[in-house]
């Protein structure tokens, strides 16, 4: 039975068939080949023929697959199956493969299949002679004490060759020999190391360094050889003296030198080299004072300053420097050093007396000051001059030697220059000069001399009106040139009447800071500015003041409101203007005239129409308020316009008043009245007029036909008495004023309205401006610095004012007082000792002047004596100086005098003489020779002369004695000389003891102990401690493990005992594996120690010390054998893929495990993880095969991860493991699955089309092309249309898409399937439901079922007057075909005639009252409702509910009747009554006139002389009147104006006749 595997590959779709492994029973035949070759042999060279050796046929060969397989990762050899022959595949290096090892051998196997057939070859590569002899370095450096003595062994490194047999190394020539000869030594395991023997002694003073040649030569053919070339240096042996390079040295340095200044540099050599002639330098034997000035490099001999260099101290200084070696060897040299000298001391300056403020007022001459100038240097350099800066009022004037007077120049003036810097400058006459300068300040103290003064003399600013009382107006600020008191300023406000009212009840000020506040609110309308005076007064003594005028102006605010002159509203009568129905575009109806009686911008008036009946009928000037039409008026246009026309002035906040205009759109008179007759009386007025019409037509008719008859009558009378008949034709026309006439002719309004308007002098569009606009910005004056006092800072010193001459009288005394005397006591009586009495000191204010910080005595001037102040160190004031004094000065003053006083101060033995340290540590070679001196450091004492060092003691002196050394400038230094020889290893230190001893009394002295060590000679080589060294250790020892300890003494100290180790000849292996501590000698691990290669190893360790001493010792170590070779696994054959449907028993892998390691340790056991359904069965020795056990299933693991396991036998157990990946290959055996059977989704209704509704998704438990799943929508019908109409499927991702929008309305939900199908083959499928739910949206309003809202018809809701609270009205019914919650419904009222009556229920809708129903409430109540949804956004309807609140119908039809009807018929009735009594009283009056006329005539027809004076009175139309024909309006408005502005206090009114198109007639001046 065959096992098969398929692997499928998803984008290419081929399939390849390829044989995992033979399930045919193993065979267990198999054989072995061995092999020899020479290494280096070309690739592709013959190494045997396998086939044949085998007793194989190359048909074999190649059905069986053979391959080799090494275990390695490197193959050597590779097999031609063709032919069946092994060929070299790459180099062969046998020292790279086997090492020293021999013979060299590697195997591999070759493996055939079907069956599987196993077969071993080994290689033997021979060795050829292809390496030469090669050392480890190409130099070989050793340092060899000149003293070491013949046959001393010195071990070198071996040669290595990597060659084996006869062509490894076989001997060794070392050239020349005149030292050294060349010794071999063997070892145990068969290696050699090689040593160089000393045969002459080195002297290093003839030949510092040797140079051999050591030959390593094997002995292949041809031969080869190797070389390294031995540098030998010969070390030092420290037996020389260092000696100076000369005994004096002379320096010159300037006394100025810094610290850091070389002097010069002394140098001394030594015979000696390396450690031992390393020389050091070093000042032993210096004074105190010379040693605190100089100091010497310890290496390179550099003798630099370190202090301060004073040639007025000492002029010759003289150093001793010691050069020593590091082997206690010593010389010694003088330096003698000379100072030059330098002008190096900058004169001082001391002020003797100063005053740190001087008067203003005082009068040239004045002395500030008094300065004492000093140099410490001599002849022209201590020659000084003094100055002071000339930008000053002050000059300085020589007084005393030494002592100057600064004095003023010229007058002062501390307003100008409050103070005075003054620097004084002192200069020497040097080479270079040297100065030096004082700097000291001078304060003018002030006088009151200056008032204060304002910023400005006249003061505006700007209030606004209504402020509250105490607002912050402004702050004055008035300053004063003065300081402290002087320049405090106070503030106060002059008393005056302002219109009658004191100033201080407008305003105060602030006396301390000068703020000006308002004390009460103004009111531009009653003050518009007023003015004060403010005095500002300082505190000084007289006080000064100055006066500053203030005016303030007040800011007008927009506080009063438009008010509306015309048309004017009354409670009773409405007025309305008339426009003809014939009236074009732009046609003048009225014009709004309002005043606003604040003034400038708060004054500009601007008009806006607010609501009108028609907006597009008509506008209103922005500016002048003229209503004018906006388009052609026809017919349609209703009759009565109301217009509300608001007015806004232009303040901040603006303030606005409202008017309204009616305007009746018609032709006739009549026709007007028709519409705007007041309607509010009843039927019962209306008839009682048409009664009275009637009354009155049938009065006028009866008398007009009166008249008539008695007409008639008269006529036929007349005309019967006369034949003569006249006839006047003269027309007379009746004259009906104007409505709105004025028969004076100065306006058209009925009245003459006067109006005062006070303008600003701010505004912007007024035409006449009287004053210059002021700045409305607040001024802020800080007022904080006038009145903080300014603190004057008295400086320490005397500030009375000297302004007599100084004297030139002067004295001196002299003192001796002991040191360290008690504060307070005696040293002299000054007084007496200078002539002087006690009041003189007294009234002379008479003190000490030192020139140093401290002063040691005090003045008694109650006493006139001196005493001590504080203590007094002679060491500390001189130091070694002898005689020691310091000096001071005693001044007095009016007049001044000046006394040099000297104290001596006489030195005590109250030091005992002190070493520098405690103790002094030498170190002296042992070799060192008797007579040699060593330099000790000396002894100081701060005391002089007897008090001073005396002598020197040393104890014991049993090797060493003791000489003083004097010295030219006195100085003495102490040497100690070896007098016998010192020997290390009898006694290693000696200790002695040095005393000083001083002469006073009583004796004082000082010790210093002297501490020295004998360093050692290096004269003995190292030596170990045993000569072989026995160690074990485990082959499984990691580096770093310690094999073992060697350890070497050397009787030596030091650097010459200290002993190092190292392995100079060890074969390469043991090398590389062993290493030692260069100090400690611990041996250890450095490499992987394998028992198998080698069980012994042999080191010779070699101790040598720093003079080339060595020993050597041997360790013999012993491997102990572990467990440390890990299992090894290699994959022969292996299947990473397996199909599902494979059978159990088909094999995926063969395997093969080796442990190097031998026995129990080599025994292994192979396993695999029992999680997988695999199992391993053994086959060859080490071969095994891994096979399935049970069916496969992908979908439920895809893949296996199978670790294999082998473990050895050893102690302990050592195993490793391999993991491997099974891929399991699919079969199409699962058909796609959807997530759920049925899906349902919602969607909002109005959705956009190709709104993705939601993405279907359907797993395949496949893998590739058998889990790649397509989406495929069935077509079905819902509600007639195919389901590929609404909805639509991505084939590739299951995007369910909506094709179009969908309404709630019309479907609200729909059923689909879709089907999800692979790409095996053959294809599964699956089907699943999709239900799509629309959601509603709010796209419909409300609609309102109840009340019905008519066009026509007025429909109202009763309520009886005896209603409770809670009476239901009515109920609002509406609906909303949205659903959920977008269809729930809120009521909510709207507006209301009265809404303390009614409420609406918010869900419900219902209208009921919430409080008693009284019989004041009107009749007529409008409610307006809204309802609106609870959709998102909402939406809404309004509904407007009548309600009628009364107990009877009768009642409520006469509030609620529509008199449309009704009020045409009575308009035509009156109409027709009025037309017809205007018809007959005209004909009457007619006929009253022909009468009159005929009596007129007939009596002037009586006269002589006719003349007819018949007035003809012009006729303009009442609406479009105007007498002086240049405006546009019916009417003029005139207005007068007062204009106050303030010139001298006069007053002007203008009076404007004003024409409604704005023109101007004229102004008259009153």
């Given at each position: 039975?065959?096992?098969?595997?398929?692997?499928?590959?998803?984008?290419?779709?081929?399939?390849?068939?390829?044989?995992?492994?033979?399930?045919?029973?193993?065979?267990?035949?198999?054989?072995?080949?061995?092999?020899?070759?020479?290494?280096?042999?070309?690739?592709?060279?013959?190494?045997?023929?396998?086939?044949?050796?085998?007793?194989?046929?190359?048909?074999?060969?190649?059905?069986?697959?053979?391959?080799?397989?090494?275990?390695?990762?490197?193959?050597?050899?590779?097999?031609?199956?063709?032919?069946?022959?092994?060929?070299?595949?790459?180099?062969?290096?046998?020292?790279?493969?086997?090492?020293?090892?021999?013979?060299?051998?590697?195997?591999?196997?070759?493996?055939?299949?079907?069956?599987?057939?196993?077969?071993?070859?080994?290689?033997?590569?021979?060795?050829?002679?292809?390496?030469?002899?090669?050392?480890?370095?190409?130099?070989?450096?050793?340092?060899?004490?000149?003293?070491?003595?013949?046959?001393?062994?010195?071990?070198?490194?071996?040669?290595?060759?990597?060659?084996?047999?006869?062509?490894?190394?076989?001997?060794?020539?070392?050239?020349?020999?005149?030292?050294?000869?060349?010794?071999?030594?063997?070892?145990?395991?068969?290696?050699?190391?090689?040593?160089?023997?000393?045969?002459?002694?080195?002297?290093?003073?003839?030949?510092?360094?040797?140079?051999?040649?050591?030959?390593?030569?094997?002995?292949?053919?041809?031969?080869?050889?190797?070389?390294?070339?031995?540098?030998?240096?010969?070390?030092?042996?420290?037996?020389?003296?260092?000696?100076?390079?000369?005994?004096?040295?002379?320096?010159?340095?300037?006394?100025?030198?810094?610290?850091?200044?070389?002097?010069?540099?002394?140098?001394?050599?030594?015979?000696?080299?390396?450690?031992?002639?390393?020389?050091?330098?070093?000042?032993?034997?210096?004074?105190?004072?010379?040693?605190?000035?100089?100091?010497?490099?310890?290496?390179?001999?550099?003798?630099?300053?370190?202090?301060?260099?004073?040639?007025?101290?000492?002029?010759?200084?003289?150093?001793?420097?010691?050069?020593?070696?590091?082997?206690?060897?010593?010389?010694?040299?003088?330096?003698?050093?000379?100072?030059?000298?330098?002008?190096?001391?900058?004169?001082?300056?001391?002020?003797?007396?100063?005053?740190?403020?001087?008067?203003?007022?005082?009068?040239?001459?004045?002395?500030?000051?008094?300065?004492?100038?000093?140099?410490?240097?001599?002849?022209?350099?201590?020659?000084?001059?003094?100055?002071?800066?000339?930008?000053?009022?002050?000059?300085?004037?020589?007084?005393?030697?030494?002592?100057?007077?600064?004095?003023?120049?010229?007058?002062?003036?501390?307003?100008?220059?409050?103070?005075?810097?003054?620097?004084?400058?002192?200069?020497?006459?040097?080479?270079?000069?040297?100065?030096?300068?004082?700097?000291?300040?001078?304060?003018?103290?002030?006088?009151?001399?200056?008032?204060?003064?304002?910023?400005?003399?006249?003061?505006?600013?700007?209030?606004?009106?209504?402020?509250?009382?105490?607002?912050?107006?402004?702050?004055?600020?008035?300053?004063?040139?003065?300081?402290?008191?002087?320049?405090?300023?106070?503030?106060?406000?002059?008393?005056?009447?302002?219109?009658?009212?004191?100033?201080?009840?407008?305003?105060?000020?602030?006396?301390?800071?000068?703020?000006?506040?308002?004390?009460?609110?103004?009111?531009?309308?009653?003050?518009?500015?007023?003015?004060?005076?403010?005095?500002?007064?300082?505190?000084?003594?007289?006080?000064?003041?100055?006066?500053?005028?203030?005016?303030?102006?007040?800011?007008?605010?927009?506080?009063?409101?438009?008010?509306?002159?015309?048309?004017?509203?009354?409670?009773?009568?409405?007025?309305?203007?008339?426009?003809?129905?014939?009236?074009?575009?732009?046609?003048?109806?009225?014009?709004?005239?309002?005043?606003?009686?604040?003034?400038?911008?708060?004054?500009?008036?601007?008009?806006?129409?607010?609501?009108?009946?028609?907006?597009?009928?008509?506008?209103?000037?922005?500016?002048?308020?003229?209503?004018?039409?906006?388009?052609?008026?026809?017919?349609?246009?209703?009759?009565?316009?109301?217009?509300?026309?608001?007015?806004?002035?232009?303040?901040?906040?603006?303030?606005?008043?409202?008017?309204?205009?009616?305007?009746?759109?018609?032709?006739?008179?009549?026709?007007?009245?028709?519409?705007?007759?007041?309607?509010?009386?009843?039927?019962?007025?209306?008839?009682?007029?048409?009664?009275?019409?009637?009354?009155?037509?049938?009065?006028?008719?009866?008398?007009?036909?009166?008249?008539?008859?008695?007409?008639?009558?008269?006529?036929?009378?007349?005309?019967?008495?006369?034949?003569?008949?006249?006839?006047?034709?003269?027309?007379?026309?009746?004259?009906?004023?104007?409505?709105?006439?004025?028969?004076?002719?100065?306006?058209?309004?009925?009245?003459?309205?006067?109006?005062?308007?006070?303008?600003?002098?701010?505004?912007?569009?007024?035409?006449?401006?009287?004053?210059?606009?002021?700045?409305?910005?607040?001024?802020?004056?800080?007022?904080?610095?006038?009145?903080?006092?300014?603190?004057?800072?008295?400086?320490?010193?005397?500030?009375?004012?000297?302004?007599?001459?100084?004297?030139?009288?002067?004295?001196?005394?002299?003192?001796?007082?002991?040191?360290?005397?008690?504060?307070?006591?005696?040293?002299?009586?000054?007084?007496?000792?200078?002539?002087?009495?006690?009041?003189?000191?007294?009234?002379?204010?008479?003190?000490?002047?030192?020139?140093?910080?401290?002063?040691?005595?005090?003045?008694?001037?109650?006493?006139?004596?001196?005493?001590?102040?504080?203590?007094?160190?002679?060491?500390?004031?001189?130091?070694?100086?002898?005689?020691?004094?310091?000096?001071?000065?005693?001044?007095?003053?009016?007049?001044?005098?000046?006394?040099?006083?000297?104290?001596?101060?006489?030195?005590?033995?109250?030091?005992?003489?002190?070493?520098?340290?405690?103790?002094?540590?030498l170190k002296i070679v042992e070799n060192a020779a008797a007579g040699t001196h060593f330099s000790l450091v000396s002894a100081d004492d701060p005391d002089v002369g007897i008090n001073d060092i005396q002598k020197y003691t040393l104890k014991p002196s049993d090797n060493f004695k003791l000489e003083v050394q004097s010295q030219p400038d006195g100085g003495r230094f102490i040497e100690m000389v070896?007098?016998?020889?010192?020997?290390?290893?009898?006694?290693?230190?000696?200790?002695?003891?040095?005393?000083?001893?001083?002469?006073?009394?009583?004796?004082?002295?000082?010790?210093?102990?002297?501490?020295?060590?004998?360093?050692?000679?290096?004269?003995?080589?190292?030596?170990?401690?045993?000569?072989?060294?026995?160690?074990?250790?485990?082959?499984?020892?990691?580096?770093?493990?310690?094999?073992?300890?060697?350890?070497?003494?050397?009787?030596?100290?030091?650097?010459?005992?200290?002993?190092?180790?190292?392995?100079?000849?060890?074969?390469?292996?043991?090398?590389?594996?062993?290493?030692?501590?260069?100090?400690?000698?611990?041996?250890?691990?450095?490499?992987?120690?394998?028992?198998?290669?080698?069980?012994?190893?042999?080191?010779?360790?070699?101790?040598?010390?720093?003079?080339?001493?060595?020993?050597?010792?041997?360790?013999?170590?012993?491997?102990?054998?572990?467990?440390?070779?890990?299992?090894?696994?290699?994959?022969?054959?292996?299947?990473?893929?397996?199909?599902?449907?494979?059978?159990?028993?088909?094999?995926?892998?063969?395997?093969?495990?080796?442990?190097?390691?031998?026995?129990?340790?080599?025994?292994?056991?192979?396993?695999?993880?029992?999680?997988?359904?695999?199992?391993?069965?053994?086959?060859?020795?080490?071969?095994?095969?891994?096979?399935?056990?049970?069916?496969?299933?992908?979908?439920?693991?895809?893949?296996?991860?199978?670790?294999?396991?082998?473990?050895?036998?050893?102690?302990?157990?050592?195993?490793?493991?391999?993991?491997?990946?099974?891929?399991?290959?699919?079969?199409?055996?699962?058909?796609?699955?959807?997530?759920?059977?049925?899906?349902?989704?919602?969607?909002?209704?109005?959705?956009?089309?190709?709104?993705?509704?939601?993405?279907?998704?359907?797993?395949?438990?496949?893998?590739?092309?058998?889990?790649?799943?397509?989406?495929?929508?069935?077509?079905?019908?819902?509600?007639?249309?195919?389901?590929?109409?609404?909805?639509?499927?991505?084939?590739?991702?299951?995007?369910?898409?909506?094709?179009?929008?969908?309404?709630?309305?019309?479907?609200?939900?729909?059923?689909?399937?879709?089907?999800?199908?692979?790409?095996?083959?053959?294809?599964?499928?699956?089907?699943?439901?999709?239900?799509?739910?629309?959601?509603?949206?709010?796209?419909?309003?409300?609609?309102?079922?109840?009340?019905?809202?008519?066009?026509?018809?007025?429909?109202?809701?009763?309520?009886?007057?005896?209603?409770?609270?809670?009476?239901?009205?009515?109920?609002?019914?509406?609906?909303?075909?949205?659903?959920?919650?977008?269809?729930?419904?809120?009521?909510?009222?709207?507006?209301?005639?009265?809404?303390?009556?009614?409420?609406?229920?918010?869900?419900?809708?219902?209208?009921?009252?919430?409080?008693?129903?009284?019989?004041?409430?009107?009749?007529?109540?409008?409610?307006?409702?809204?309802?609106?949804?609870?959709?998102?956004?909402?939406?809404?309807?309004?509904?407007?509910?009548?309600?009628?609140?009364?107990?009877?119908?009768?009642?409520?039809?006469?509030?609620?009747?529509?008199?449309?009807?009704?009020?045409?018929?009575?308009?035509?009735?009156?109409?027709?009554?009025?037309?017809?009594?205007?018809?007959?009283?005209?004909?009457?009056?007619?006929?009253?006139?022909?009468?009159?006329?005929?009596?007129?005539?007939?009596?002037?027809?009586?006269?002589?002389?006719?003349?007819?004076?018949?007035?003809?009175?012009?006729?303009?139309?009442?609406?479009?009147?105007?007498?002086?024909?240049?405006?546009?309006?019916?009417?003029?408005?005139?207005?007068?104006?007062?204009?106050?502005?303030?010139?001298?206090?006069?007053?002007?009114?203008?009076?404007?006749?004003?024409?409604?198109?704005?023109?101007?007639?004229?102004?008259?001046?009153?």
């Open positions: 039975m065959m096992g098969w595997m398929w692997i499928t590959v998803p984008r290419g779709r081929w399939q390849a068939l390829f044989v995992i492994l033979c399930l045919f029973t193993l065979s267990s035949v198999t054989g072995q080949a061995r092999y020899s070759i020479p290494e280096e042999q070309a690739e592709g060279s013959f190494v045997g023929n396998i086939a044949r050796d085998l007793g194989l046929d190359e048909a074999r060969l190649i059905s069986g697959k053979a391959r080799i397989i090494t275990k390695g990762s490197r193959q050597y050899v590779d097999l031609n199956r063709d032919k069946g022959t092994l060929l070299v595949k790459e180099r062969i290096d046998r020292e790279e493969l086997c090492g020293q090892t021999t013979p060299c051998s590697f195997s591999f196997e070759i493996i055939l299949e079907n069956p599987i057939q196993l077969y071993r070859v080994t290689v033997e590569v021979i060795d050829i002679n292809d390496n030469s002899p090669s050392f480890p370095k190409n130099e070989i450096n050793l340092k060899i004490v000149e003293s070491v003595v013949s046959g001393t062994r010195f071990s070198l490194e071996s040669a290595d060759d990597p060659d084996v047999g006869i062509n490894n190394i076989q001997k060794y020539t070392l050239k020349p020999s005149d030292h050294f000869k060349l010794e071999i030594q063997s070892q145990p395991d068969g290696g050699r190391f090689i040593e160089i023997v000393l045969q002459n002694p080195l002297d290093r003073e003839k030949e510092e360094t040797h140079t051999l040649v050591l030959v390593a030569s094997d002995g292949g053919e041809p031969p080869r050889s190797g070389t390294v070339r031995i540098h030998i240096t010969v070390l030092d042996a420290n037996d020389n003296a260092p000696v100076c390079s000369q005994p004096v040295y002379k320096a010159d340095v300037r006394e100025n030198s810094p610290e850091g200044t070389v002097v010069t540099t002394v140098s001394a050599n030594d015979a000696d080299k390396g450690h031992y002639g390393e020389v050091t330098y070093s000042i032993a034997h210096v004074a105190r004072e010379a040693k605190q000035l100089f100091e010497v490099n310890v290496k390179t001999g550099e003798i630099k300053v370190t202090g301060k260099l004073d040639f007025e101290r000492s002029k010759t200084y003289q150093l001793n420097v010691q050069a020593s070696d590091h082997g206690g060897h010593t010389d010694t040299c003088k330096v003698i050093i000379q100072i030059l000298d330098e002008n190096d001391n900058i004169p001082t300056i001391q002020l003797m007396s100063f005053s740190n403020s001087i008067s203003e007022d005082s009068l040239p001459g004045t002395t500030i000051a008094v300065v004492n100038v000093d140099d410490e240097d001599s002849d022209g350099n201590g020659v000084v001059k003094c100055s002071i800066n000339s930008d000053v009022p002050f000059k300085i004037e020589s007084s005393l030697t030494g002592y100057y007077t600064i004095v003023t120049e010229d007058f002062l003036d501390r307003e100008s220059i409050p103070e005075y810097n003054i620097t004084i400058t002192v200069s020497d006459q040097g080479s270079p000069p040297l100065s030096s300068s004082k700097k000291i300040n001078v304060k003018v103290s002030d006088v009151n001399d200056s008032p204060p003064k304002f910023d400005q003399s006249e003061y505006r600013k700007t209030v606004p009106e209504n402020n509250s009382p105490g607002f912050s107006v402004f702050t004055l600020s008035a300053s004063d040139a003065d300081w402290g008191q002087n320049a405090r300023v106070s503030y106060f406000l002059e008393e005056k009447e302002i219109n009658g009212v004191a100033v201080s009840s407008l305003v105060s000020v602030n006396s301390e800071n000068g703020v000006v506040q308002a004390v009460r609110s103004y009111d531009y309308e009653q003050i518009k500015w007023f003015e004060f005076n403010v005095t500002a007064r300082d505190a000084g003594s007289p006080p000064l003041s100055s006066v500053a005028t203030v005016k303030i102006m007040i800011q007008d605010q927009n506080d009063n409101p438009p008010q509306v002159l015309y048309p004017v509203q009354t409670g009773g009568s409405l007025v309305a203007e008339m426009v003809p129905r014939s009236a074009d575009v732009g046609y003048l109806v009225t014009k709004v005239v309002a005043v606003d009686v604040d003034s400038g911008q708060n004054a500009w008036l601007s008009y806006k129409l607010q609501k009108a009946t028609d907006r597009a009928l008509f506008e209103v000037g922005l500016q002048n308020g003229e209503i004018r039409t906006i388009r052609q008026v026809t017919d349609k246009d209703a009759v009565k316009q109301r217009l509300t026309v608001i007015v806004e002035d232009n303040g901040q906040p603006s303030r606005s008043a409202t008017v309204i205009v009616n305007v009746a759109v018609a032709d006739s008179f009549p026709e007007v009245l028709s519409e705007f007759t007041d309607f509010t009386h009843d039927k019962e007025y209306n008839d009682n007029l048409t009664f009275y019409l009637v009354l009155a037509l049938a009065v006028v008719s009866f008398l007009f036909i009166t008249c008539l008859v008695v007409i008639i009558s008269v006529k036929i009378y007349r005309w019967r008495q006369s034949r003569i008949l006249y006839h006047s034709n003269l027309p007379v026309i009746p004259y009906y004023p104007p409505r709105y006439s004025d028969t004076l002719g100065t306006g058209t309004l009925q009245h003459v309205y006067n109006y005062e308007v006070c303008r600003t002098t701010d505004s912007r569009k007024s035409d006449m401006k009287y004053m210059q606009p002021m700045s409305q910005s607040l001024v802020s004056v800080d007022g904080d610095a006038a009145d903080t006092p300014q603190v004057e800072k008295q400086l320490s010193g005397n500030c009375s004012q000297m302004s007599t001459l100084l004297s030139s009288v002067t004295g001196q005394a002299r003192y001796s007082i002991p040191e360290e005397q008690a504060e307070g006591s005696l040293v002299g009586n000054i007084a007496r000792d200078l002539g002087l009495d006690v009041a003189r000191l007294i009234s002379g204010k008479a003190r000490i002047i030192t020139k140093g910080s401290r002063q040691y005595v005090d003045l008694i001037r109650d006493k006139g004596t001196l005493v001590i102040k504080e203590r007094i160190d002679r060491e500390e004031l001189c130091g070694q100086t002898t005689p020691c004094s310091f000096s001071f000065e005693v001044i007095l003053e009016n007049p001044i005098q000046l006394y040099r006083v000297t104290a001596e101060v006489i030195d005590i033995n109250d030091n005992s003489p002190s070493f520098p340290k405690d103790e002094i540590n070896l007098q016998n020889p010192l020997d290390r290893e009898k006694e290693e230190t000696h200790t002695l003891i040095l005393i000083a001893s001083d002469g006073g009394e009583p004796h004082r002295s000082g010790t210093v102990r002297i501490h020295i060590t004998v360093l050692d000679a290096n004269d003995n080589a190292p030596v170990c401690s045993q000569p072989v060294y026995k160690a074990d250790v485990r082959e499984n020892s990691p580096e770093g493990t310690v094999v073992t300890t060697v350890s070497a003494n050397d009787a030596d100290k030091g650097v010459n005992g200290e002993v190092t180790y190292s392995i100079p000849h060890v074969a390469k292996e043991a090398k590389q594996l062993f290493e030692v501590n260069v100090k400690t000698g611990e041996i250890k691990v450095t490499g992987k120690l394998d028992f198998e290669k080698s069980k012994t190893y042999q080191l010779n360790v070699q101790a040598s010390d720093h003079g080339g001493f060595t020993d050597t010792c041997k360790v013999i170590i012993q491997i102990l054998d572990e467990n440390d070779n890990v299992p090894t696994i290699q994959l022969m054959s292996f299947s990473n893929s397996i199909s599902e449907d494979s059978s159990p028993g088909t094999t995926i892998a063969v395997v093969n495990v080796d442990d190097e390691d031998s026995e129990g340790n080599g025994v292994v056991k192979c396993s695999i993880n029992s999680d997988v359904p695999f199992k391993i069965e053994s086959s060859l020795t080490g071969y095994y095969t891994i096979v399935t056990e049970d069916f496969l299933d992908r979908e439920n693991i895809p893949e296996y991860n199978i670790t294999i396991t082998v473990s050895d036998q050893g102690s302990p157990p050592l195993s490793s493991s391999k993991n491997i990946n099974v891929k399991v290959s699919d079969v199409n055996d699962n058909p796609p699955k959807f997530d759920q059977s049925e899906y349902r989704k919602t969607v909002p209704e109005n959705n956009s089309p190709g709104f993705s509704v939601f993405t279907l998704s359907a797993s395949d438990a496949d893998w590739g092309q058998n889990a790649r799943v397509s989406y495929f929508l069935e077509e079905k019908e819902i509600n007639g249309v195919a389901v590929s109409s609404l909805v639509s499927v991505n084939s590739e991702n299951g995007v369910v898409h909506a094709v179009r929008s969908f309404d709630y309305e019309q479907i609200k939900w729909f059923e689909f399937n879709v089907t999800a199908r692979d790409a095996g083959s053959p294809p599964l499928s699956s089907v699943a439901t999709v239900k799509v739910i629309i959601q509603d949206q709010n796209d419909n309003p409300p609609q309102v079922l109840y009340p019905v809202q008519t066009g026509g018809s007025l429909v109202a809701e009763m309520v009886p007057r005896s209603a409770d609270v809670g009476y239901l009205v009515t109920k609002v019914v509406a609906v909303d075909v949205d659903s959920g919650q977008n269809a729930w419904l809120s009521y909510k009222l709207q507006k209301a005639t009265d809404r303390a009556l009614f409420e609406v229920g918010l869900q419900n809708g219902e209208i009921r009252t919430i409080r008693q129903v009284t019989d004041k409430d009107a009749v007529k109540q409008r409610l307006t409702v809204i309802v609106e949804d609870n959709g998102q956004p909402s939406r809404s309807a309004t509904v407007i509910v009548n309600v009628a609140v009364a107990d009877s119908f009768p009642e409520v039809l006469s509030e609620f009747t529509d008199f449309t009807h009704d009020k045409e018929y009575n308009d035509n009735l009156t109409f027709y009554l009025v037309l017809a009594l205007a018809v007959v009283s005209f004909l009457f009056i007619t006929c009253l006139v022909v009468i009159i006329s005929v009596k007129i005539y007939r009596w002037r027809q009586s006269r002589i002389l006719y003349h007819s004076n018949l007035p003809v009175i012009p006729y303009y139309p009442p609406r479009y009147s105007d007498t002086l024909g240049t405006g546009t309006l019916q009417h003029v408005y005139n207005y007068e104006y007062l204009e106050k502005v303030n010139v001298h206090g006069c007053q002007y009114r203008f009076s404007v006749a004003v024409h409604g198109a704005g023109k101007v007639d004229g102004f008259n001046l009153k």
